[in-house]
């Protein structure tokens, strides 16, 4: 174990701090965000060598490529490439699946608009968890917080882990052959441990892949829509012949293909997340919004133009892996590509994953509602460390949980609840904070049309699926009990108290971790 004072950053200042002094930060007021504003502006930029090379504080190492790059390594994960039959299958119809694509493309668009808003007007890391903090008080955040990190974030790693893991497998055991659980486990435990430990100590290799890996994403979504629009000019057009016949109409029906869709595009808020680590965050980050949804709405539009072009909406349906069926059916000896790609591509949405996800526990921690040891950095890498370890925890936990698909379910519609409360935030500050400095600033009717879709799109499965809607909503009262008595509940009996100060120090030892410095 090193000693105490190894663990002093830099400038000498004592980092090994217990719990009781670390109090939350104040809440950025507009006046500060100017300053912020400023302070960023300036020739020595916050987290350049010239200002934080010797700081324990998160390096801005992000431009612009760097920030398309996590957008679209999370939206373009495994889903198009694995299951767009979510929309076909409740639809009915070529015609109306499509322009469902197309407003869920146009949907994202809009939220990821009212993002660069509250991105650069509140420049935090954390996403939806910072601004729910600031506009609607600790409780809301919380139970945000507490969703994100015990359902949402380690089921959707789990559920990427096993996705690689089993195109990885499927060569070795053929069709005939079932993989065995515990060999998908396995290997996607392995991934999960190997790409926690590479964003932990490598932040600029782990950056450098996810951009080689973007490229490889889009060019193969780039071959299946070449492929598709050759098969459709050699008047391969039946599918689309009567496009809009044996529509379905019912609301409910309506609603679960929106979700199936907006889930397809889940991922373009995850930038903001790591707010703080983008080089000019007031310019890089509304740029990489705005070249990366359109991207990936044409994309994905084309993308499923090309699967109902060659396959018919019942072989979409029955398919498991469709971009899989699809190159079984017309690219030949080259169908292989297809797994490969999917494999990177799970690969990489997870990299992605595991970087953005800690930001948000790490800020959680900042607030003090999470353990305090989750709000220190490593002194040697730069990078949240212990929440990095903590989420990779989780993670393997969930690999474990049989019904870790039905968790995921529960929890999706209060996720869509808590995405609407956050792009409220907007109205919310427009109405409250009138002065506040906005360098983006959208017109009121965006994050309005915004609000009204996701209230249609929260309300209408309590018709639809009740027994789901109440468990996500009973999963997040759970967490009411816990924010009480970590969070409100101060003066603790001095045993805890002591418990919990010699935990964070011990951690704070096997990490070589220490509490974030303020910037000037």
């Known amino acids: 174990m090193p000693a105490a004072d190894e663990l002093q950053s830099p400038t000498s200042e004592m980092v090994l701090l217990t719990p009781n002094s670390e109090n939350p930060p104040p809440s950025l007021g507009p006046n500060d965000h100017a300053n912020e504003k400023q302070a960023n502006n300036q020739g020595g930029r916050e987290g350049s060598a010239e200002s934080d090379s010797s700081r324990v504080v998160m390096k801005k190492q992000l431009g612009l490529l760097e920030g398309v790059a996590i957008i679209l390594g999370i939206i373009f994960g495994s889903g198009i490439f694995v299951s767009p039959k979510g929309v076909i299958q409740e639809v009915d119809a070529v015609g109306t699946s499509l322009v469902i694509w197309v407003l869920c493309g146009l949907l994202s668009m809009i939220g990821a608009l009212c993002y660069a808003e509250l991105g650069t007007a509140i420049p935090k890391s954390g996403g939806d968890y910072a601004y729910i903090f600031e506009a609607y008080g600790s409780l809301p955040a919380f139970l945000y917080l507490w969703d994100a990190m015990m359902i949402f974030v380690p089921t959707t790693n789990a559920i990427m882990g096993l996705t690689f893991a089993s195109y990885v497998l499927e ?33 600029k290799i782990t950056t450098k892949m996810q951009n080689i890996i973007m490229f490889t994403k889009i060019a193969a979504l780039v071959l299946i829509i070449i492929v598709g629009l050759v098969w459709m000019l050699m008047g391969n057009t039946e599918n689309f012949s009567r496009p809009f016949e044996s529509t379905q109409t019912d609301p409910g029906k309506l609603s679960v293909a929106f979700y199936s869709g907006i889930f397809s595009y889940a991922g373009w808020n995850y930038l903001n997340f790591m707010t703080e680590e983008l080089r000019d965050p007031y310019r890089n980050l509304p740029r990489a919004i705005y070249i990366s949804l359109p991207l990936v709405t044409g994309i994905y539009v084309l993308a499923n133009m090309a699967y109902l072009a060659v396959l018919s909406p019942s072989e979409m349906i029955a398919s498991n892996a469709i971009a899989v069926t699809f190159g079984n059916k017309i690219l030949g000896g080259f169908a292989l590509i297809i797994p490969v790609m999917v494999a990177i591509s799970a690969f990489g949405g997870l990299s992605v994953h595991i970087m953005t996800s800690s930001r948000m ?31 990779c925890f989780l993670s393997i936990v969930m690999l474990v949980v049989s019904d870790v698909y039905v968790l995921i379910t529960y929890s999706s519609i209060v996720e869509s609840f808590f995405i609407m409360l956050s792009v409220s935030a907007v109205l919310y500050f427009r109405y409250t904070r009138p002065c506040m400095e906005r360098p983006i600033k959208v017109s009121l009717w965006i994050p309005a049309v915004f609000v009204v879709v996701c209230a249609f799109l929260v309300v209408v499965p309590i018709y639809v699926a009740p027994y789901e809607v109440g468990m996500g909503v009973l999963i997040t009262l759970i967490g009411i009990p816990f924010y009480y008595v970590g969070v409100v509940w101060q003066n603790k009996p001095k045993w805890v108290q002591q418990s919990i100060d010699s935990l964070t120090f011990t951690c704070q030892k096997i990490f070589m971790s220490a509490k974030e410095e303020k910037r000037d």
């Not at 069709?175 to 435990?189: F, V």
């Not at 999470?370 to 989420?391: D, G, N, Q, R």
Request: hydrophobic share 50%; aromatic share 14%; glycine share 6%.
């Open 171 to 203: 060569p070795f055991f053929g069709g005939a052959c079932h993989i065995p659980k515990i060999a998908l486990q396995l290997l996607a435990a392995a991934t999960i441990i190997f790409l926690t430990y590479l964003n932990s100590y490598y932040m």
């Open 361 to 391: 526990c790490f800020v959680g921690a900042r607030n003090g509602h999470m353990p305090a040891i989750l709000s220190h950095i490593s002194v040697k890498s730069y990078t949240p460390l212990p929440s990095l370890v903590f989420l």
